[in-house]
């Protein structure tokens, strides 16, 4: 995470889990603990609740499947219209190549295995 310091230089990045489970959560929280370039500002059970409550807003957003699957892309598509520098992964289990291409054209970053066997 080096590289990632001297991005921001003196600034955070703001990282966010709307969705997330708690166990993502959970990792999320101890990795931005433990890199002063990194502050983990919150977790929602919605992108929509994430655009309302969490301030400041979050630069890199930990996007769960199961909320995409749960609420449909048009939560994706609210929360980038809404936060569009914002960075969304989308942690997956397993998505079906139309879903991921979707949330790619929505302005997803990338995809991350949520659990790699």
Known sequence: MQASASLVGSNQWQVACPGAPADVCASTC????????????????????????????????????????????????????????ARTLLIADSVQPSTMFAALRLGTWGMHAAHAG
Do not use: K
């Open 30 to 85: 101890a990795f931005c603990s433990g890199d002063s370039a990194f502050h983990f500002c919150g977790q929602t059970a919605s992108a929509t609740q994430l655009i309302r409550e969490v301030t400041p807003a979050p630069d890199i957003v930990l996007m769960d499947d199961g909320l995409v699957w749960r609420r449909g892309l048009a939560e994706l598509a609210h929360l980038h219209r809404a936060l569009p520098s």
